[in-house]
């Protein structure tokens, strides 16, 4: 679990920094998302033996539900990138908890509320509105893409959880990611068509350097370990929890945007950081504690209930 964790952090933070270097030099976010996932098709195809399944109704089922949100989810993120600093999607990332729980909730996912979860969730919210107060290079674009970003997330994480632990399909984690990114390419791909970026493609890569060009290698490579650290830690933590675990790497990528991009900086901009990704440590605690509480209470009344009928 911790190996997995760990491996996940180190890929999610990799992932934000060269995505935006990748975006900063080669302006084609949609673009660059294509690009990403015919090299994860690419490389899980030089393993077949790895990408196997149980059922045709397995199949349909992950292809039909995960594919279209893991489109939504990443052109979102890649738009933001493009509008937006990492030090605002990482702060405005940190109130993804409440999304998750209105989204769960509306799927009846069992959620226990308690005071200390509710403080962590208000401290969040303040630490965001802070931050945001003082960005100096706030937009509106960025931020609406930030915010389309944390339902699809959400939602994705949610169902690939329903399908690999509530009702399971019988399939390979290469193959999940095969999927993902083969059906989830051409869509992606027409999106970025419709955003016009087709009529850049010549001048933009003409005009990419040997820099550009490595950082969007390597944001390929990161996105394909994503993919892989992704969908293994997601059979094993609440999705709640999966995007808590998301946030509180980063602030090391804070510091990356403030040293190599001059982004905002200011005693109150990093007051407001602090307390939106320390207002997540404390709802990953508080969640934590209050699962374990209903968890205790629920055996509670089965002990009792077969006591009574012994």
Known sequence: ??????????ASAGMSIFNK??????????TIVVLQMVFTVASLGCSPSVLRYGSADDLRRWSFTVPPLFVGMLASSMLAMQFSTLGTIVVCRNVAPIFTMLIEGMFRIPFVSTAHTILSLITIVAGVAIYEANDLKFSFVGTGAIMVNMVFAVLERIMQRHLMSNSPV???KPM???LNNAIGSPPTLVLA???GEHSRWGSAFGALSLHGVAYLIISCLNGLAISYAGIRLQHMVAATTFMVITNVNKFAVIFFGILAFNETATPMSIMGCSLAILGGVYYAEARKRADAERA???????SKVGAESG
């Open 21 to 30: 270097l990748a975006v900063m030099n080669l302006p084609l976010p949609l």
């Open 193 to 195: 068509m419709i955003w």
């Open 296 to 302: 205790a209470h629920k055996a509670g009344q089965y």
């Open 176 to 178: 999940m990611m095969m």
């Open 170 to 172: 019988d399939m390979s």
């Open 1 to 10: 679990m911790i190996l997995s964790i760990t491996f996940y952090m180190v």
